[in-house]
């Protein structure tokens, strides 16, 4: 993952930012971080708080294969009525609050 190789990161930093992701899983398994599927398509997280410097779309790559995250992934989708667009990803279609507003930039 690009984000987690950033140039000139400490490898402490790098392991700050796998511990956020290992919590992510954890808060979306307990359901205390809902995953938000955008009208176009793209994700975000709601209510996830402890970052570390990740972005939404940084740690749904680095999650995507997992079980917990197919499994919210299904429930998002079928919420909304939004099928994840892997375009809309991949164009950087992105909410910094928690998918009430999307943007590209």
């Keep these: 993952m690009p984000c987690l190789n950033e140039p000139n990161q400490t490898p402490e ?15 979306i398994a307990l359901g205390t971080v809902k995953v938000i599927v955008g009208r176009t398509g793209s994700i975000a997280f709601g209510n996830w708080n402890d970052r570390k410097g990740l972005t939404d779309l940084c740690a749904y790559r680095a999650i995507a294969n997992t079980p917990g995250m197919r499994r919210a992934l299904v429930r998002a989708e079928a919420m909304s009525g939004n099928r994840l667009d892997p375009r809309a990803i991949a164009q950087g279609e992105h909410s910094h609050d928690g998918g009430a507003t999307w943007s590209r930039h």
Aim: charged residues 40%; proline residues 0%; without cysteine.
């Design 13 to 27: 930093r790098i392991t700050e930012k796998l511990d956020a992701l290992k919590r992510l899983q954890q808060s």
